[in-house]
Structure formats: C-alpha cells, structure tokens
C-alpha cells in the first residue's frame, strides 16, 4: 500500500490586522519627523546666507577657533577680515580670546561645520539660553489672595507649575482677543512664563482657550483625555 | 541425509525470512510529509492583540523661513512655517510673544521682533481641540554688520 500525501488546504489569503495598521501608522508618523528634521538640516546648509554660531571655545589658533555649538564642532575660520568685540563692545585683538571664553561667530558658511568668520562677539553663556518656555496645561488651583495659579502640563501629568500674573501680563483668549485676567479652574491654558529665581515662574502671556465657553462646556472640554502610548 | 536436508531448509527459511524482513523494514520507513497548513475552523477566531494606543499628544511643527541660526539684518521679520491645520502657534523673542493660526494646510506667517544679538526664539503649536502640541527651538541673530 502506497501512502499517499493528504491534500493541504490552500492558506487563508492575508488580511491586514489591527496590529499591522497601527504600526503602518506610528511608521508614517516617524517618516515625517525624519523628513521634517531633514529638511530643516538641508534648509540650513544649503545656502551661504550668513549664519550664527555660539558656544565655548575648545580650542584656539592662528586660523582657526574651534567652538563647542550644543555639544557639535564648529570652525571657525580667521581671516585678516575678522573683527573681535569684547564685552564692553570694544574692538580687540583676536589672540586675546581665551578657552572655555563664550563667542558668538557670524559668517557665511564655507562647510557644513566651517564658518568663514567675519565677526566675533564675546557672549555671556546665559544669553544663549531660552528665557521663556511655553507651556499648555489646565488650570488646577487659583489663589483667591494672590496672582498665583498652578498649571498642569497635558504632556506631563506629573508636573505642576506655579505661575504668577502681574500687571504686565497679556491675557487672550482663543481667538487671540485681548480678555479680562480672570482665571477659572479647569481652565485650559497655553502660557508664555520666564523663570525667576523661586520656585514660581512670571506669566507673560496667557491663552485661555475655554475663556468663552460656559462654565459646563469648560470642565467637560478640560476633562477630554488625551491618548497616552 | 535428512539432516543435512533439514539443515538446508532451516538455512534457507531464515535467509529467507531475514531479507523479505529486511526489504519490508525499508519499505516502511516513512516519507516525509508536507507540514500540515494551520487552519481555523469555522467557530474559531483568532486572537488579536490589544492595539497599541498611539501617542497623539505631538502635533508637528517645523520652521521654514529663516532657516536656523540665520543672521538677519532687520529687527522685525516674518517667520514662516508649517504645522498641524488651524492650530495656534505662539512665538517668543527676548522682545515679545506673537500669536498666529495656521491655515488649513498648516501654514503660518508670523511677524516677529528681534533684540540686538543673539535671540533664542520658542516656539509652540497648539491644536485646542484634541489638546496635541509641539513646541521647538530656534536661534537667530540681528545685526546689520556686513558680513
């Protein structure tokens, strides 16, 4: 007796699976980012339109001053055309920078990491940092004795910021109208604040985007949760 | 005599034995059989997992115009860029916060206002009905120094 091969059945044809779809998903999502940092680099490099580039000094000679630019080399090339402005905005001599000095450099750009130097200015490093940041968050507490409020960011539930208005502080609302400073809690807001030397930032502009809205219509819009990964 | 005969019919029975045996043992051994194709019966479903819930907290945000660490010669320039449809985006200078909206494809012009230097610039978009934002960085540098 001849054994003989069972038929197979043919495969189920494939379908795309929820899976397979939210990958496709967070895959296109990841392609645009790339893309949108790629041409943002190109932008950057492509022209010779003049450029700025700040940081320590790392390393120094007669034709050429290497700085530390956000943790990434730049050369800076020295010519007979570089001037140097030293901080009391005084025309000196190029020999007299030091390393570890903060410069700011402008020049056009000769490689990608290469100015061709025609201005150096010496910088305070702080004045290269960001002052403000903006923050969108919900109100969650409002002080009735004080100009203070506590703001949660959406992106980080676990941070609070306590935020004063002084009467310098621009209000708006949504539809970037110029409104009246009071605060609602539960409130959603976007607020442009300056760190100070406490704990409590300074509100230079607010954003209150349920400013028109009922009192209901508010805390239902406040409450709508965001999707977490 | 008859024991020889016996002998040679023994000899031959189990000559005899062992090789249809030994053929038969062979014959045997089994083919290989094709994998069996996995199938599901009718009142089988199969599992899926729990789909991934995707972050959607980010909306996008790039800067076009000018390009980063641009050296401009003017205090007050328009910064042009792209993000998601109709948000709101809020630019901030060492000067001053500028508002905008994004139009339906996402574009925005904002006009901006420059100190002298080096301004380090944030910059937010915000989408007030889903609660998505991107915020950015940018440094540019006023001087009207022939460079």
């Known amino acids: 007796m001849i054994p003989t091969t069972p038929p197979t059945l043919p495969p189920p044809s494939p379908t795309p699976t929820t899976i397979n779809l939210d990958v496709q998903k967070i895959r296109e999502a990841v392609q645009q980012k790339v893309r949108e940092k790629l041409s943002q680099i190109t932008a950057e490099t492509q022209d010779d339109q003049p450029r700025a580039f700040f940081g320590a000094i790392i390393e120094t000679s007669p034709a050429q001053i ?3 630019y956000q943790g990434s080399l730049r050369h800076l090339q020295i010519s007979a055309d570089t001037v140097y402005i030293d901080a009391k905005r005084n025309k000196a001599k190029i020999d007299t920078l030091k390393i570890g000095q903060t410069i700011l450099a402008l020049g056009r750009p000769a490689t990608n990491d290469t100015l061709d130097t025609k201005r150096l200015v010496a910088t305070d490093s ?13 109100v969650s507490d409002t002080s009735q004795t004080t100009p203070v409020f506590t703001l949660i960011p959406f992106n ?9 208005t002084t009467t310098t502080t621009e209000f708006f609302n949504r539809q970037k109208e110029k409104i009246d400073t009071t605060l ?5 807001l976007i607020a442009v604040i300056k760190s100070t030397t406490s704990a409590t930032f300074t509100a230079l502009t607010l954003i209150d985007l349920d ?4 009192p209901a219509e508010a805390s239902a819009k406040a409450g709508t949760p965001t999707k977490k990964p | 005599m ?3 005969l016996l002998l040679a019919i023994l000899l031959g029975a189990l000559l005899g034995f062992g090789a249809t045996g030994s053929i038969l043992t062979l014959r045997q051994k089994p083919a290989p059989q094709p994998q069996p194709t996995p199938t599901t019966s009718p009142t089988q479903t199969t599992p899926t997992l729990p789909s991934p819930t995707i972050s959607t907290i980010s909306s996008t945000l790039v800067i076009n115009s ?15 860029g792209t993000t998601d449809p109709n948000n709101l985006v809020l630019v901030r200078t060492p000067l001053k916060t500028a508002i905008a909206t994004a139009d339906n494809n996402g574009n925005f012009i904002i006009d901006v206002e420059l100190d002298s230097g080096l301004n380090p610039i944030s910059v937010a978009s915000v989408d007030p009905d889903t609660n998505n934002q991107s915020t950015t960085q940018i440094y540019l540098t006023y001087s009207t120094a022939k460079l």
């Open chain 1, 184 to 188: 609602t809690k539960g409130h959603r």
């Open chain 1, 156 to 164: 980080n539930k676990d941070q609070q910021f306590q935020i004063k």
């Open chain 1, 126 to 138: 702080q004045a290269a940092k960001p002052q403000f940041q903006i923050v969108f968050g919900k």
């Open chain 2, 2 to 4: 008859i024991k020889e």
């Open chain 2, 66 to 80: 000018p390009p980063n660490n641009s050296v401009v010669n003017s205090a007050k320039i328009e910064l042009k």
């Open chain 1, 66 to 68: 290497t700085i530390d």
């Open chain 1, 211 to 214: 400013y028109s809205l009922l």
